[in-house]
C-alpha cells in the first residue's frame, strides 16, 4: 500500500492570506491528486498530476494552483484564501494494481476566517 | 459518461444485524469498482476492490461487495454490525482503462444502534 501524508491536520488562516498545503507520498508513484470534500457535495477534483511538473486541472481548479517539483511531493496552494474556501482537503495517489485504487492522506481542515 | 449512485444518505442498523449500503454504476466498459470508509476528521480508507477477477469481493473489517452486471450494482454488506463500523461510507468508479478520473458517490453515513 502507499502512505501518504498531508503535514498539516487542522489550519485556520485568515481571508487573503497564501496557503499551502502539503503531501507526500512514500512509494514514488507517478499519479497524485487533490480533492475538496464538502458535505453534501461528495469529493471534487481540484487538481490531479501524473508526473513531475506535470498537472492537469480537475473539476473545481479556480482559486487554486499545485506544484510538483519532486516525485513524492505534492503542493496545494491558495493564493489568496477566500472564506468559500473553508473545507477537508484530502490529497490522494495510486497504488500499482491493476485496479489503480486511490490512498488517502489523513485530510487537512482549513478554516478561512 | 460513467456515474454512480449510492442510494440513502443515512442507514441505521442495530449491533449485530446485518449492513447493507446499496451502490449503482453506469459505465461503458467492465469497471473499476472500490468501497471506502471515512472516520471523522479522517482521510479515506479503501475497504475493497472490484477488478473483475471475481464477483464477490472480500475486504478488510469482515466487509463484502458483490458484482452484479445485470443490475449495475456493487452493494456492500456485512453480516454483523459492530459499533466500530459507524462511519461514512464511499462508493467509486474508475474511468476508463488508461484514465485515473475517479467518480465518488455522494456517501452513506452508517449509524450503529446499541
Known amino acids: 500500500d502507499v502512505k501518504v501524508t498531508q503535514s498539516s491536520r487542522y489550519l485556520v488562516k485568515r481571508t487573503g492570506e497564501k496557503v499551502f498545503l502539503e503531501c507526500v507520498q512514500d512509494m514514488d508513484h507517478e499519479n497524485m491528486f487533490w480533492y475538496r470534500q464538502d458535505p453534501g457535495l461528495g469529493l471534487r477534483l481540484i487538481y490531479f498530476s501524473y508526473d513531475v511538473k506535470m498537472k492537469e486541472k480537475g473539476d473545481i481548479p479556480e482559486g487554486y494552483s499545485v506544484s510538483r517539483e519532486k516525485k513524492e511531493r505534492f503542493s496545494l496552494i491558495l493564493e489568496s484564501a477566500s472564506t468559500n474556501q473553508t473545507s477537508m482537503y484530502l490529497c490522494?495517489?495510486?497504488?500499482?494494481?491493476?485496479?489503480?485504487?486511490?490512498?488517502f492522506g489523513e485530510g487537512s481542515r482549513l478554516t478561512v476566517l | 459518461a460513467q456515474s454512480v449512485t449510492q442510494l440513502g444518505s443515512h442507514v441505521s442498523v442495530s449491533e449485530g444485524a446485518l449492513v447493507l449500503l446499496r451502490c449503482n454504476y453506469s459505465?461503458?466498459?467492465?469497471?473499476?469498482l472500490f468501497w471506502y470508509v471515512q472516520y471523522p476528521n479522517q482521510g479515506l480508507q479503501l475497504l475493497l476492490k472490484?477488478?473483475?477477477?471475481?464477483?464477490l469481493v472480500k475486504g478488510i473489517n469482515g466487509f463484502e461487495a458483490e458484482f452484479k452486471k445485470s443490475e449495475t450494482s456493487f452493494h456492500l454488506t456485512k453480516p454483523s454490525a459492530h459499533m466500530s463500523d459507524a462511519a461514512e461510507y464511499f462508493c467509486a468508479v474508475r474511468g476508463p482503462s488508461g484514465t485515473y478520473k475517479y467518480i465518488f458517490g455522494t456517501g452513506t453515513r452508517l449509524k450503529v444502534l446499541a
Open positions: 459505465s461503458s466498459v467492465p469497471p473499476y
Open positions: 490522494a495517489a495510486t497504488g500499482t494494481s491493476e485496479a489503480g485504487e486511490l490512498f
Open positions: 472490484y477488478t473483475s477477477a471475481a464477483t
